[in-house]
């Protein structure tokens, strides 16, 4: 564990702030009720001997809080402590102005380099993670490339306001967004791909803007896309039994172990409607017994709310079978994966004609046609396993309870579908209910 303090001074504020982070992760923000005026942001230290004793004492009551918040019992060592410049000072001094394209050249370099940290658990971002925004940033470049605006941060931020006036600021952040918008309509891309495109680039400014200490407030709300719920298809019944019926065929026909550890996350995607991402995580104390039952117990990662939703559901043999096996090997009840699973997905389903069907796809803001094992994700096991349990009769309430949704969770719904064979089986059991048809003369006027 790093305990990290940083200390800065906010503008038209006499008193010394600290930032207290843990691994990179922030802790919080706290005065340490010295005056800065004599603070020595080059030597980060007071120059006088009072304060630079009571500063000492402060940083030991910060890595004591820290020590007996993780229960540890040890005030860590590994401590570094650094200060950060005014914000007069750092915008007078940086020699590069925070513009778009300074932010997308110094984004790429920290990407490249893992200098970026998520900002909840403080851990390095995964490799998939970081692949996919540097592809982002080369988004972005090509916008420029465009005759993109090359928004200026620095110039244009909550303070400018008093100088420029309210209304010029407004209209140069309306034409920046209204660009940018524009460029990624004009690519083809889905409305679900342009939201988050935007909300990259959102996160990207503010991650710049709070390090430099630009204050944007609101100025970029107007950076906004509506976000479009992607639809969720299933597959058919006949897939989900083929599939949970030829495990062991499936786990021989594989090629690498990796692939036969896909196998796992498709079976259990199936018959625990889970996400992968809590699969990732389960281990055998998620395990317990009851009533000669046994059931899984679990709380969802990405669950809205999920503070107060806890999943407790009944194991299947067949699930139970192979928590066991990865037991043994793994010590958790999921074997390790690496993030191209969808891939490995693809290249297993390929092998069996009957996922060779013929589906329709919204890709890039038009429908295509594409071979369903070209198409299948690992997030859609989770959705056909949901869906089969509703056609199974299963309550709702029930089903709602096993996959982590709320009572009035709307992102149920999109889990809510119905295969095109089902449909039209139960079209022919519909039709079959009817009354024959009866011929109707035309009638000559």
Request: glycine share 4%.
């Amino acid at each position: 564990m790093k305990i990290t303090i940083s200390y800065f001074q906010k503008p038209q504020q006499k008193k010394l702030m600290a930032r207290v982070r843990s691994s990179g992760k922030i802790i919080t923000d706290v005065s340490t009720g010295l005056d800065a005026e004599t603070f020595d942001f080059s030597k980060r230290r007071f120059t006088d001997t009072l304060n630079a004793s009571l500063l000492l004492d402060f940083e030991k009551g910060v890595y004591d809080r820290v020590a007996k918040a993780t229960k540890s019992g040890l005030v860590p060592r590994d401590v570094l402590i650094f200060a950060v410049k005014t914000k007069r000072e750092r915008v007078e001094k940086r020699e590069v102005k925070l513009t778009l394209s300074s932010m997308i050249g110094e984004y790429e370099y920290r990407l490249q380099h893992s200098l970026i940290f998520n900002s909840k658990t403080g851990r390095r971002l995964a490799s998939a993670s970081v692949t996919t925004l540097l592809e982002t940033c080369r988004l972005f470049r090509k916008y420029l490339e465009s005759d993109g605006v090359n928004m200026d941060f620095d110039k244009y931020n909550i303070e400018s306001m008093g100088y420029y006036g309210k209304s010029q600021v407004h209209s140069v952040y309306e034409k920046f967004t209204g660009t940018f918008k524009s460029f990624l309509i004009d690519r083809g891309l889905s409305e679900y791909t342009i939201f988050k495109t935007v909300y990259k680039m959102k996160q990207m400014i503010r991650y710049f803007c709070e390090k430099e200490s630009v204050e944007l407030g609101s100025l970029l709300n107007d950076l906004k896309f509506q976000k479009v719920q992607r639809e969720v298809e299933v597959i058919s019944e006949e897939q989900i039994n083929f599939i949970l019926s030829n495990y062991h065929r499936m786990v021989r026909d594989c090629l690498t172990e990796e692939q036969k550890n896909t196998v796992d996350y498709m079976v259990i995607g199936i018959l625990m409607a889970a996400r992968r991402s809590d699969m990732d995580n389960w281990d055998k104390a998620n395990l317990y017994e009851n009533g000669g039952a046994t059931y899984l117990k679990f709380k969802p990662q990405k669950t809205t709310n999920s503070s107060g939703v806890i999943v407790d559901v009944p194991v299947p043999p067949m699930a139970l079978s192979i928590f066991k096996a990865n037991l043994k090997k793994h010590s958790k009840l999921m074997p390790p994966l690496s993030q191209s699973i969808n891939k490995r997905l693809k290249a297993i389903t390929r092998r069996y004609d009957i996922f060779h069907n013929e589906v329709q796809i919204y890709r890039k803001g038009r429908y295509v046609k594409v071979r369903q094992c070209d198409a299948i994700h690992i997030h859609q096991l989770r959705a056909s396993g949901t869906s089969h349990r509703l056609m199974q009769k299963m309550p709702e309430a029930a089903v709602r309870d096993m996959t982590g949704h709320t009572h009035d969770s709307e992102a149920f719904a999109r889990y809510i579908k119905v295969s095109r064979e089902a449909k039209a089986k139960f079209a022919d059991e519909y039709l079959g209910t009817l009354p024959p048809e009866v011929s109707v003369p035309l009638t000559e006027e």
